[in-house]
């Protein structure tokens, strides 16, 4: 949780952001969904609200540049072809807000990836992938914001296409922002499971202000599953929003301008009540005397408290359950029961993976791990393999992560639709790499010996699943 003295200075921070918000020349936003996929919905949903804030607040839309996959609005799969929803509606049938509706896609398909976001916001417009040639032109006194959804894991966010976005990069993206001038100030709003892992090394005079949906060590949440999922009185079969970003939006969405701004964030880390919402970098932007604020009350009306909210890694398996228990007909139950054993087989399948490789990782090294003891006072003998599995060990060695995560990205099976080894579920297994690194030394293992370790089982459960038959139902 935050320290009252930096919600403070926080708070004052946001106060002078959203003032500037009515000097609409200088504000700029870049918002990208990392996602594709149906069950996926709520990414893209999320995405094109924020859009809409942006409009709203009154960012020009040439200033805002969107990146997301546009497989949602008119998946076959889309109660409503052509329409996306961000929240539950059952007031007067047609009367929801469609946030797909002037949702401008600067970049779409398969070409958003992780390299196509640090293009553009570091403004470097050469060999850009088709779209509306867009990239970030903002000067030294402009304001920029920027906005991720998606699938995270320790040191690293998804996108649709393509590998990850590593912690090292976004850094080194950012830090090349400063020194090429592209802000005065820069605020970052990340919904992503771990997303506190993303920026440990902001400067607290960077004038970056990162804000999380979890801390480095939870999942964010997704909300309005279920049956909380309707709208017009139609369940959409997907979550439509993620909690931290609904939190937001809304709180934009009723519009009580910058006093409103100024409290957000509080209002959004009471709100969000499934994980911690941090903070990172530069909260002192003190040009505002804090004395001159005065803070908002948390009030949270019923109707806005989330609804129906899971937990990221579990909304596939959620989901698949939930449409399988309310599938009508028998051809229809029989789809949805195969998608939902599909589901499940995978889950096994990438707990099995990452079991045999803390099994590789530690042959030969069973018996040397130890611990302190703090009441014997000693070392202690640790098992290998529950540490590596399950230690939550802090990042010091990114370019052994870098190389492990990429490792699993180029060789893993794709399960579930994604682009390549991770997928929302195994992301979670990003941390048992971290522990890899952080005791290759007690494991006398250089970076090449544990790449390859994963290489082979990444290659041996690729081989399996290829030959593995079809569910047949
Ligand atoms: C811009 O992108 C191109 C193509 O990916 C790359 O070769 C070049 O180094 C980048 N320029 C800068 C200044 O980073």
Known sequence: MLAPKIIGSLVAALLQFAAAAHDAASIWAVIAAGSKGFY???????????????LKRGVP???????????????????????????????????????????????????????????????NASALPPGSG?????????RVFLNFIDHGAAGFVMFPNGPELHVQDLHAALQKMQETQMFN???????????????????????????????????????????DAIVDGRNIGSCLGDLFSVAWMEDDDIGTGGETISGQIDRVTTRTDKSHVCTFGDVSFKTEPVADFKRSEVVIRDEEKALGSVDSRDIPLFTATYNYEHAKGTEAKDVAWSRLQEVKTDREADEAVFHLLATSTCKGNERTLKRWDFTKRDFEE????????????QMKDSDCHKALARAVSTTCPAR????????????????????MCEERLVLKKEIADLEVIVRGECIAASQAALAAPDIVV
């Not at 902001?202 to 049956?227: F, M, P």
């Not at 640790?382 to 060990?393: F, G, L, N």
């Open 40 to 54: 996926n919905y709520r990414h893209q949903a999320d995405a094109c609200h924020a859009y809409q804030v942006m």
């Open 61 to 123: 839309a040439d200033h805002i540049i969107l990146m997301m996959q546009d497989d949602i609005a008119r998946s076959g799969q889309n109660p409503f072809p052509g329409k996306l929803f961000n929240k539950p509606h059952n007031a007067t049938p047609g009367s929801a807000v469609d946030v797909y509706a002037g949702c401008k896609i600067d970049y779409s398909g398969d070409i958003v990836t992780a390299d196509l976001f640090l293009k553009v916001i570091t403004g």
């Open 134 to 142: 867009k990239v970030l032109k903002s000067g030294k006194n402009d």
């Open 185 to 227: 100030e820069l605020l970052f709003y990340m919904e992503a499971c771990e997303s506190g892992s993303m920026f440990p090394n902001l400067k607290v005079d960077g004038k970056v202000l990162a804000v999380t949906a979890s801390n480095a060590q939870e999942s964010s949440w997704g909300t309005y599953c279920g049956e």
């Open 382 to 393: 640790v098992d290998c393999e529950e540490a590596i599995i399950s230690e939550k060990r």
């Open 416 to 435: 579930g639709g994604a682009s390549g080894g991770w997928n929302g579920y195994n992301m979670k297994y990003s941390q048992m790499l971290v522990n």
